[in-house]
C-alpha cells in the first residue's frame, strides 16, 4: 500500500511541526506527506520551505479557502501527481502514534484491500477520552467488532484513510462548504457507495483541539473567528440534512435551530443580533446550497 499523508494548516505552526515528526515516526513508512497551507502568517509558509525532505510537499496557497478547500485541493493533488493509492486524510492538530497507519493497514488486509474509508480511534489530548465520536452507526455497526472494527457511516477528518478509487468513484470534499461539515458530508457520500468503512479501534490518535463541541455554538462560542463563521455550521448542518436524511430530521433540525434564535438575547454574553442573524442566515442558506461534486482531473500518474 502506497499512502500519502494530506495535512491542512492555518496558523498553528506548532501544532503542525509536532504533527508531521508524528507522521514521519510511523511505523509504515509513508509514500509522500502533502501538506495544504491555507496562507498562514505565521511563518508556516517559511518553515515548509526550509525542510530538505522531497517526500515532504508543501501546497502554499495565496488565500485561506477553509479546511474543506485544503481537503478538496490536497486530495486533488494526491490524486493527480503521486503513486500513491491511499490517502491519509487529517487537520494540524492530529498527533498519530507511531503505528497509526500500520493498524490501518492491517485491517485493509482483513477487507482485502475493499473498503470506503478507514477511520482512526480518536482520543481528546486534555482528558484522553474519546471524542469526534462517529453518529449514526448502522444496523450491523458490530459485524467486525471482534477485529477490532466498527461500522460506521461517517466520520471527521481528524484522522481517515481513503483508497484512491474510491476518490475517482465519489469525487473530492465540497470546497465550497469552506468548514464544518465538510467531512461528514464527504465521508457519508463515500458509505453511500461503499459498504465497508470502519473505525479501527487500535490506530489510536490523539486530537489537540481546544474546542470541546459542548453547549450550543450560536449561543456559547467566545472566539471571534468562529462566531464570524458561525452562520456556515448551521448552513452546512441543514445542508447535510437535506441531502442524507429524512424530511422530518431536516424539518426537526430547522424548528430546532429557530429555537436557539429565540434563545440567544436570554443566554448569551453578548453581540446577541448578530448570533440571531448568524443562524437566521445559515439555516436559510442551507435550504438552498447546493454546490456540484468536483472530480479529479486525470488518474494519470506522473510520479
Known sequence: ????????????????KECIDSLSKQSYNLNNIIVVNNNSDDGTKEYLESIKNENIIPINLNENIGGAG?????IKYAFENTTSDYFWVMD?????????????????????????????????WKNNLPCNVPGDLPSRWSDKAQSGMIKLTNCTFVSVLIPKYVVKEVG????????????????????????????????NVTHKSNVSGEGERAIYEENSFRLRMNHLWYRNYIYIDKLYYSNSRFLKDIFHYIIVT?????????KKIFRMISVLKGVFSGIFFNPKIHYPNSDERKQ
Open 70 to 74: 485544503g481537503f478538496y485541493e490536497g
Open 1 to 16: 500500500m502506497k499512502i500519502s499523508a494530506i495535512v491542512v494548516t492555518y496558523n498553528r505552526l506548532k501544532l503542525l
Open 262 to 270: 429565540v434563545q440567544i438575547p436570554f443566554k448569551s454574553k453578548d
Open 172 to 203: 473530492l470534499p465540497k470546497k465550497e462548504m469552506f468548514i464544518w461539515g465538510d467531512d461528514l458530508e464527504y465521508t457519508h457520500r463515500i458509505s453511500e457507495k461503499f459498504e465497508d468503512c470502519y473505525m479501527i479501534i487500535n490506530s
Open 92 to 124: 494540524d492538530d492530529t498527533i498519530p502514534s507511531n503505528s497509526s497507519v500500520n493498524e490501518m493497514v492491517k485491517a485493509a488486509r482483513l477487507l482485502n484491500y475493499k473498503f470506503g474509508f478507514l477511520n482512526s480511534y480518536i482520543k481528546w
